[in-house]
């Protein structure tokens, strides 16, 4: 089972950009998409974006899509959300995840998704 931890998540003002970075555990995270969601207090948890087992297709939720990109480094195991622009509405918990199936270009669904790390908080003051 792969581990999957979770980094950068901070306290920042309104307009300011914050990178945040996932982690895998094992090197096998390549060959899957992986996505990135967030849950806010008193909220569901609701897709971000998510980024192909390649690299080669993402896709975003209508509220972070031209603010936020997600990118990743299969040498490291890493997959990163760059958020630019932010708004206190994006004060969340930020979670990462690897799909369940191999070579895909990932999902929307969270159920479509068997591995999630920690979280790292993110928070933006007005």
């Known amino acids: 089972q792969v581990q999957l931890v979770e980094s950068g998540g901070r306290l920042v003002q309104a307009g300011d950009s914050l990178r945040i970075t996932c982690v895998a555990s094992v090197g096998t995270a390549s060959t899957y998409a992986m996505g990135w969601f967030r849950q806010a207090p008193g909220k569901e948890r609701e897709f971000t974006a998510v980024?192909?087992?390649?690299?080669?297709?993402?896709d975003y939720s209508d509220s972070v899509k031209g603010r936020f990109t997600i990118s990743r480094d299969n040498s490291k195991n890493t997959v990163d959300l760059q958020m630019n622009s932010l708004k206190p509405e994006d004060t969340a918990v930020y979670y990462c995840?690897?799909?369940?199936?191999?070579?895909?270009?990932?999902?929307?669904?969270?159920?479509?998704?068997?591995?999630w790390g920690q979280g790292t908080q993110v928070t933006v003051s007005s």
């Open positions: 995840a690897r799909a369940k199936f191999r070579y895909n270009s990932g999902s929307r669904n969270p159920l479509l998704y068997d591995s």
């Open positions: 980024i192909s087992w390649s690299g080669g297709s993402t």
